[in-house]
């Protein structure tokens, strides 16, 4: 597969990109390169080699989650700007 100067500047454009000329040239190597190296993987034998998702076995690592006590409200919230009840209270950002 070969990606053409055309193929980049669609890129660009999807991506909100403007390149001269100059880097569409650059860049169009650069990802012919990139995509001539992964495709070196279709040459790999990989009869036989079991799918994975980790390279490790292991399992569930994350501690047991147990409960404890929550901080006061009022220590958490004594460096808030300012303060609703029980909450931060913050500026509207919806009209």
Do not use: C
Request: charged fraction near 25%.
């Amino acid at each position: 597969m070969s990606i053409s100067a055309a193929d980049v500047r669609w890129i660009a454009h999807l991506a909100r990109l403007e390149m001269p000329e100059a880097e569409i040239v650059i860049v169009q190597r650069d990802l012919n390169a990139i995509v001539d190296y992964v495709n070196q993987l279709q040459d790999l034998n990989t009869d036989g080699i079991e799918p994975l998702a980790h390279t490790l076995d292991l399992a569930n690592v994350f501690r047991d989650d147990e409960p404890v006590p929550s901080l006061p409200v009022d220590d958490i919230l004594k460096n808030a700007p300012d303060r609703q009840g029980d909450f931060y209270a913050v500026p509207a950002v919806l009209d």
